[in-house]
Nanobody
Framework: QLQLVESGGGLVQPGGSLRLSCAAS????????IGWFRQAPGKEREGVSC????????KYADSVKGRFTISRDNAKNTVYLQMNSLKPEDTAIYYC?????????????????WGQGTQVTVSS
């Protein structure tokens, strides 16, 4: 069964850091672009970042540029989202998703498989 599993969420104070992981089971991520999306209560799902299958291309939403870094370790079949200088407005459920074309984007419709999400709460 093809599955993406997110981990690493939690409660952190403003200015703190978290690293989210997206691990695949049942398939290899090597040829897929991976995106991170988030959805806060009452808001639409928002594209946060994505990385191409080769890792040579990355994209970020303006709201997280300079604070978040996406990376991948194909040997571990895992993609990471390092989140620094977290703000209360970063509070949301974070989802990873796989795009079989390998290119990636910040549009949810471009992605084929989704994880169940991990909660990130930024609060003092």
């Amino acid at each position: 069964q093809l599955q993406l599993v997110e981990s690493g969420g939690g409660l952190v104070q403003p200015g703190g850091s978290l690293r989210l992981s997206c691990a695949a089971s049942g398939f290899t991520l090597t040829y897929d672009a991976i995106g991170w999306f988030r959805q806060a209560p009452g808001k639409e799902r928002e594209g946060v970042s994505c990385i191409s299958s080769s890792g040579s291309s990355t994209k970020y939403a303006d709201s997280v540029k300079g604070r978040f870094t996406i990376s991948r370790d194909n040997a571990k079949n895992t993609v990471y989202l390092q989140m620094n200088s977290l703000k209360p407005e970063d509070t949301a459920i974070y989802y990873c998703a796989a795009d079989e074309t390998g290119w990636g984007s910040l549009k949810a419709d471009d992605f084929d498989y989704w994880g169940q999400g991990t909660q990130v709460t930024v609060s003092s």
